[in-house]
């Protein structure tokens, strides 16, 4: 019969047990999922919103176009560009190039950094002012956040090393304010959401609610940059199970919707939600490998 011992200070600090927990860390940070998918798939919903943009350059939406509301005549796909055919396809066109460019490893810095700040200024430019005119409108917010969301994923894709530290520390800040405002307005809108669930899903509010908490709560690892590893992870699964139980089934007509297959917005709603799957894991990946270095430091 085996007895267990209680090992002394001395004993755990010496380099076999500083070894071992350090192989126990990196299996956990790298087996628990495949985060290494993460890059090629932000880099493949990148593509897919520039494809988008080029396919849909002389198409003109309102969004929002109730009477009570301003019109705001725009190209129907990410980040809701003016109708100007010039400028969306200058615009898909470098979409694609950085969605390219992220998948070779010379590029990928450059291809990140561009992707951030169009995106980022885009937003600026052009969302915040739709959305100051109109505070209180949850959809507009969203508008203005999910484009952000995808700029700080796209600067932070490089190592943390590898990009200025006041860059890095201001999107990790601008992710957490996105994933936090994501997640209340889960709270503040639990019936308009459940109806986007489909109905073979039960407990829709439950869902909501939990998925608005796990929002807050990565929104809280990202700024304080604790277990952020996990918080991402735990992100990036959420979104892939939208992925293919929400926004797939609805542009392959599974669900019924009428018009779904060729309506812009649903397309859009997808490559974003893929977007945010592989950006969150490429995240996670990234800080997974910073803190199995410094393991690795403090068990040599």
């Known amino acids: 019969m085996y007895k267990t011992r209680i090992l002394s200070e001395p004993e755990l600090a010496s380099p076999k047990i500083k070894v071992a927990r350090f192989d126990r860390v990196r299996l956990e940070l790298t087996s628990v999922l495949p985060l290494r998918l993460g890059l090629p798939i932000f880099s493949l919903a990148i593509i897919g919103l520039g494809i988008e943009t080029l396919v849909c350059a002389h198409r003109v939406i309102f969004l929002y176009p109730q009477e009570s509301n301003p019109r705001f005549p725009v190209i129907p796909v990410l980040p809701f560009l003016p109708p100007v055919p010039w400028l969306a ?3 898909g066109a470098v979409l694609v190039l950085c969605g390219v460019g992220l ?13 951030g700040t169009l995106l980022f200024l885009s937003t600026l430019v052009l969302e915040l002012p739709k959305y100051s005119a109109m505070p209180g409108n ?3 917010r969203t508008v203005v956040f999910e484009p952000f969301v995808i ?9 943390a090393h590898a990009i200025p530290p006041f860059l890095e520390r201001a999107s990790r800040y ?3 304010v996105c994933f936090v405002a994501f997640g209340v307005d889960h709270f503040l809108a639990l019936a ?4 986007l669930l489909p ?3 039960p407990w829709h509010v439950f869902w909501i609610a939990l998925f608005g908490a796990g929002f807050i709560a990565a929104g809280l690892s990202v700024v304080l940059n604790i277990l952020l590893p996990w918080g991402a992870s735990c992100v990036g699964l959420m979104f892939a199970i939208w992925v293919f139980t929400l926004h797939l089934p609805r542009v392959l007509g599974l669900y019924g919707i009428p018009g779904a297959p060729h309506n812009p917005a649903e397309w859009s709603s997808l490559f974003i939600a893929i977007a945010l799957w592989g950006g969150s894991w490429a995240l996670a990946k990234s800080h ?4 199995i270095a410094h393991a690795q430091r403090q068990s040599s």
Request: no cysteine; charged share 10%; aromatic share 12%.
């Open 174 to 176: 601008l992710l957490a």
């Open 199 to 201: 109905k073979w899903i």
């Open 192 to 195: 308009p959401i459940g109806t």
């Open 288 to 291: 997974s490998k910073a803190f």
């Open 89 to 91: 396809y200058l615009f």
């Open 151 to 159: 700029a700080a994923l796209a600067w932070l894709l490089p190592a």
């Open 138 to 140: 949850m959809s507009l």
């Open 103 to 115: 998948l070779s490893k010379r590029a990928m810095r450059m291809s990140s950094t561009i992707l």
